[in-house]
């Protein structure tokens, strides 16, 4: 049996942004003195005229990017999760957010699986905090497929968007040949009828697995892709609880705010259902190995699986 291809969605990212930009001219990417991480280099490269390297200066990168949209240019702005969510929150909200501007950002190496680079960089918040804020839509690829369609997606909307991308090399889930990418819609990816995984980037892959355990252990569950968090696609996880009664949502970030907490809102008031959000449960991230930490918190095949059987047989 073949090997799975591994793509890293920040590589995705950096390529996305080569395809796009043969298309757009109008398209500018900014970097903030991390190019060769984000993998915007890969641009700068091509285009090195439409890449603007603002320095360690993230809050005034987002300004620029706020004024460039003003022009009749598409900005991404490119820096870690920790950065563009965290640091710039206040520039993105009121630069951005508040006067509605057609700014995307590209954060990179978001959530625990940044490894060694311990707690401060691990943005377990990032899309709490960028969902909160009005009309900015909030999208987690799973794949390399998936990645490069929403970077094209992204640029196609008009206003605000963030897109998350991860460090780490993930499997390739989807087919490029047919896979088609559309906004603010979720994916089922496994029919089961015993109780539904609602999963969102890097964990995608490990909820496919972690299903393939709990049919051994006669647990049917079907998996659902959410890459879109922000609008979230409230019939799908609907239509999920009324099928299968039983809802699990998995997530590289905290489970307070992020995809775990938008479907409870959605269940709540719409179909309640029993639901355990599976996540970084209110805790800051540690360094090590990112295979490791996502082992130890819970959010590799094994751990999810381990999740779902306990609270199916409470």
Not at 186 to 202: H, Q, Y
Not at 204 to 228: K, M
Not at 280 to 295: M, Q
Request: a negative charge; aromatic letters at 6%; glycine letters at 10%.
């Amino acid at each position: 049996m073949s090997e799975v291809k591994k793509i890293a969605t920040r590589e995705s990212y950096g390529n996305a942004l080569v395809e796009l930009g043969r298309e757009k001219e109008n398209l500018i990417v900014l970097d903030a003195d991390l190019a060769a991480a984000t993998k915007t280099g890969t641009f700068k490269k091509v285009f090195p005229e439409r890449h603007i390297d603002c320095g360690i200066a993230e809050a005034n990168m987002t300004g620029i990017a706020a004024g460039l949209s003003t022009c009749g240019y598409v900005p991404f702005i490119s820096t870690f999760a920790m950065f563009a969510a965290g640091r710039s929150f206040e520039q993105v909200r009121n630069s951005i957010g508040y006067p509605h501007l057609n700014v995307k950002i590209g954060a990179t190496h978001a959530g625990i699986s940044v490894g060694e680079d311990g707690a401060t960089h691990q943005c377990n918040e990032d899309i709490a905090l960028m969902r909160a804020i009005p009309g900015m839509v909030v999208i987690n690829p799973c794949d390399d497929v998936e990645a490069r369609a929403a970077v094209k997606a992204a640029y196609e909307h008009e206003g605000p968007v963030y897109l998350r991308f991860g460090r780490l090399a993930v499997p390739v889930l989807n087919d490029e040949s047919t896979y088609q990418f559309e906004l603010g819609k979720g994916v089922e990816l496994r029919d089961g009828k015993d109780c539904t995984i609602i999963a969102t980037g890097l964990c995608v892959s490990e909820a496919l697995a972690a299903a393939g355990l709990l049919a051994e252990q006669g647990i049917d569950a079907q998996v659902i892709n959410i890459h879109t968090i922000k609008p979230l696609d409230e019939e799908i996880v609907i239509n999920a609880a009324k099928k299968t009664g039983r809802i699990f949502t998995v997530e590289e970030h905290s489970i307070i705010g992020g995809l775990g907490a938008a479907v409870a809102e959605v269940l709540i008031e719409r179909c309640p259902v029993k639901m355990k959000r599976i996540g970084v449960n209110d805790v800051f991230g540690e360094s090590g190995p990112a295979k490791e930490l996502i082992h130890k918190y819970g959010l590799d095949a094994e751990g999810i699986a381990a999740s779902v059987m306990k609270e199916m047989k409470a």
